[in-house]
């Protein structure tokens, strides 16, 4: 069965700082999904990747097939960003989902 | 325009009782998904229905049983409730169910709370 880590699992930064969250999984995949969710529970799906690089807005998110492992930037940090982000590796067996970063931006 | 809902909000029920929780999407979108949120904020997902087909059903209990009386409608029945069972439920919906180019839109939530 596939295992799905997410480093740091807590996360403080000042607003403006360029953050990087980790995923990394076992075994091989055919997507990897980044979720947020927000302090009030709302969830949002930010990328769904399966190679390569993808954009949106501040955001920016890779993967790295051979190395099974993906990363989450946020570029120019804002204390709207603090949430908690999650990835799912989606493989054979099914979705697989990491515990989740928790990063707080301060002011 | 809510593009994911769910009801109830909250739902609280005694041991051994019957619950559904409602879905309803309206974007247009084939694939519906259920997801369970434990007390420890792990998420997993549940099922996932495409145009009313089953085609994940994760390793649950089958007191869990999904209905999806049309596409845009995916309800989850839960028979002979347990004090486990309390979690937080999302449902969500997408348009090609898990492709790269795929973006999941998540329901608010339902909260339920078995006594």
């Known amino acids: 069965k596939n295992e799905v880590e997410q480093s740091p699992q807590n996360l403080t930064a000042q607003e403006g700082e360029f953050i990087t969250i980790n995923c990394s999984y076992s075994v091989g995949i055919s997507a990897l999904h980044w979720l947020q969710q927000h302090p009030g529970g709302g969830i949002v799906s930010l990328f769904m990747l399966s190679s390569g690089k993808k954009k949106h807005g501040r955001l920016i998110a890779t993967i790295n097939i051979q190395e099974k492992h993906s990363s989450l930037h946020i570029t120019a940090s804002h204390p709207r960003d603090s949430a908690v982000y999650i990835c799912a590796a989606r493989g054979a067996d099914g979705l697989t989902f990491g515990k989740g970063t928790h990063l707080i931006i301060q002011p | 325009d809510t593009a994911v809902s769910q009801t109830p909000k909250y739902l609280v029920t005694q041991m051994g009782n019957d619950k559904s929780i409602k879905c309803e999407q309206n974007?247009?979108?084939?694939?519906m998904y259920w997801y369970k949120q434990d007390s420890k904020k792990f998420l997993k997902i549940m099922f996932s229905y495409n145009n009313k087909e089953l085609i994940i059903n994760e390793t649950v209990p089958n007191r869990f049983s999904p209905k999806s009386p049309d596409k845009a409608h995916l309800n989850l029945h839960i028979n002979s409730l347990e004090l486990g069972d309390s979690a937080v439920y999302f449902c969500?919906?997408?348009?090609?169910?898990?492709?790269?180019?795929?973006?999941?839109?998540f329901g608010p939530g339902t909260r339920l709370t078995v006594l």
């Open positions: 974007l247009g979108h084939d694939t």
């Open positions: 969500a919906s997408s348009r090609l169910g898990f492709q790269p180019q795929d973006t999941q839109y």
